[in-house]
């Protein structure tokens, strides 16, 4: 079939090219698909021993323990001890548990609201980066904070937001006497989102400079020659010259984003001694209270049921963002 | 065919050694359940081999008495015992060790992080042969106290203890006793005593109450003690094991939520509490800066650091409310053996050794907790939580045993921090908490 196909478009593509009608081609082609180059036999020989041992490493190390997640899901399981076939009882539970539901809108709101953010400050520290002097130190700055553990941020919180805290201290000369509950269970994802934003802007916007260092000189030339704005600048040579660079940024923000976890564990619950209020539970804390809160029987199955939803979240949105992502990339 | 599909081939052969290769690296993963006999642990077991997953780390208190006892025991019989100073992680990293035959022969952890892990999944040894040996020329069923093992707080579903106890803790609402000595002279027995108390300090101008509220835990104490000293140990359990929801409606279970909205209303907690994080508020109690803090008997320890010069610490029970008999609440710490030990003789040894009274004495006055052993001493700082515990007729454990997965965490905890937090009336409380029982059981039952 596929043959068949293919002999379909040779022919046409031979009919309209000038030298059409030579048969050679045709049986040329055919010939490589058969016995192939030397150039194509020797690639064939070498993929097993190239690619044969990284496919095994990760076949045990991915994608065995994921299948393997998929089978737990489908059972009621301590961990250890006896499991229960249930079928698909744990994703109906899950999707009738209000906390997965809120927990996974946390997880969006990660996504698309913290993800907003970060890239519009991203791009205009980009902006402002390219031109200034001593931009190479600016960029070191504003990297840092995606070099400290997160741990940090969550004791740091304690410090700043406590209600005798260094936010009230500096506000009470100034008369505020009866400061807002910085810490209080409703405000603590707010404060999770501004963390995030602040610690991972300076991430992206060093990736995005490496694509805007790349764009060559002559093309802001022209622009000045052409007497182009800032902003036909950004729409016509910047935006188009990085665009898949700003497209697997934005494809490795959504794999993370899913993923965020430590961060809220700190922020709320504190050092182990708890559960971070439920309010601010993302998909990852969800699965983890179900399998390690230690506070009650793990319910493994429960736990790899909204893993595995939270892969499936992830596979379908890298694959809708690379969709919407497109465009042919600009040879320069 | 094309070339891709021949590729594909080629791999899909690969996947199908390395799928082989898993299949037998977690060979015998799954007839994880068995069932193992109790063992006669009499014998000699002289150069035999045990593997000890400790819960402490090194340089702890407790670490240190049990690293000495380990010693002794090493000398004394022959056996050596390989130790790994694990931390509180143990019991975590011990459910993916048995699914596979690489078992520690010996973990111990609080019963409440070992219950849910290893006795209620079937995958402990019957430890009913430690109960009878003796130590000290008395058997082990004698040495810890009927109480603690009458509510069978340690049996498994076969019957048998599981479990041996060699410490515990409890909780008492801890105060200054240099700055309050009217309140170790006398205090409170009774609900309404204790809201006098609470008037007096808060017209003193101290704040009353000190609560961490972002630990749910600690905030869930106040509400089920409150409960069970209306109508008794286990009656909490018993709450929640209703699947029809009912039990929400017995009266006792609104006055103790009426208890509860009473601290927040009547303006006794520290301000701030409803928004501040661990160790804020139990910092600023050491500090002299708010009277009272219910919470456990490990506070002298946890908070000695940092406590004001001369701070003598003391405590006295969560007081009483009706004529029930008060419980004390009483979490054990102790050892369990996996049942695919291969090492059970030596293994069940060493945790009937650890009951020795030397070892329970070092616990006492060295470690600074409470040892299992009543007749134990203990230090200074825990002197008034020992005599509850001793005075006590009966005890509950924390949060009264509720281990259903999911149920504290997903269901109790968000609803009562609520309460504890003034975000909902007790009513409120109440109505909520039977709606979200009743679906939890659909769900889970």
Known sequence: MSLSLKDHRVNRTADRGPESGKPLQHTSRRGSQRGGSSIDVQRKKLLVPFVGPAFVLYTVLFIVPALGAVWISLHKWAGSGPMKFVGLDNYGRIFRDQLFISSFGNTLLLLFVVGAAIFILAFALTLVLRDMAGKKIARNVIFFPHLINALVFGVLAGFIFNPGGMVNSLLAPLGVTDPPKWLAQDNIFPLIMVTLVCTTTGYFTTILMAGVDRIPPYYYEDCALAGATAFQRLRYVILPLTWDVFGTCAVLWTISSVKIFEIVWVFGGSSGAGVPPTQSWTAAVYTYVNAFSGQSTPAYGAATASAVLSLALISVLVVLLRRAMRRDAVEF | ?445
């Open chain 2, 1 to 445: 065919m094309g070339k891709p599909a021949r590729h594909l081939r080629s791999l899909a052969a690969l996947m199908g050694v390395a799928l082989a290769l898993t299949t037998t690296a977690c060979g015998g993963a799954t007839d994880a359940s068995t069932m193992a006999d109790t063992v006669d642990i009499s014998g000699s077991i002289s150069g035999q081999t045990i593997n000890y997953w400790s819960m402490w780390k090194d340089g702890e208190p407790q670490q240190k008495v049990i690293a000495a006892a380990i010693a002794d025991f090493e000398k004394e019989t022959g056996a050596k015992v390989s130790v790994q100073w694990q931390g509180r992680s143990n019991s975590e990293k011990l459910v993916p060790a048995l699914n596979t035959n690489n078992v520690p022969d010996l973990v111990d952890g609080t019963l409440a992080k070992l219950a849910p892990v290893i006795g209620e999944t079937g995958q402990a040894s019957p430890l009913t042969s430690v109960y009878s040996y003796k130590v000290d020329d008395t058997s082990i069923s004698e040495v810890i106290p009927q109480k603690f093992t009458s509510n069978g707080a340690f049996k498994g579903e076969d019957g048998q203890p599981w479990m041996v106890p060699y410490s515990v803790s409890s909780d008492g609402i801890w105060f200054d006793a240099a700055k309050h000595p009217e309140l170790k002279d006398k205090p409170p027995a009774t609900w309404d005593e204790f809201i006098n108390v609470l008037d007096k300090l808060k017209a003193s101008g101290t704040a009353p109450i000190a609560a961490d509220g972002d630990i749910a835990g600690y905030n869930a104490t106040w509400f089920v003690t409150s409960l069970l000293r209306l109508k008794g140990a286990g009656s909490f359990k018993a709450l929640v094991e209703d699947k029809s929801g009912d039990a929400w409606d017995a009266p006792e279970v609104l006055e103790a939520a009426r208890k509860v909205e009473n601290l927040v209303k009547g303006g006794y907690l520290n301000s701030g509490y409803n928004a501040s994080k661990f160790p804020a508020q139990q910092q600023l109690w050491a500090n002299g800066d708010a009277a009272l803090m219910l919470n456990g008997s490990w506070t002298p320890t946890e908070t000695g650091s940092y406590a004001v010069p001369g701070f003598e610490y003391s405590s006295f029970q969560f007081p009483a409310m009706s004529d029930k008999p008060a419980s004390a609440r009483v979490d054990f710490i102790g050892f369990a053996v996996p049942a695919k030990s291969k090492n059970q003789v030596p293994a069940q040894r060493l945790a009937a050794f650890m009951l020795n009274s030397k070892y329970q004495n070092a616990l006492g006055t060295e470690a600074k907790v409470l040892p299992v052993r009543p007749d134990a001493p203990v230090a200074a700082a825990v002197e008034s939580v020992k005599a509850a515990i001793d005075a006590a007729p009966a005890t509950h454990l924390q949060n009264d045993g509720v281990t259903f997965p999911g149920y504290m965490e997903k269901v109790f905890f968000p609803k009562d921090d609520e309460l504890f937090l003034g975000k909902s009336t007790a009513d409120e409380f109440v109505g909520k908490m039977k709606a979200a029982q009743i679906q939890y059981w659909k769900d889970n039952g």
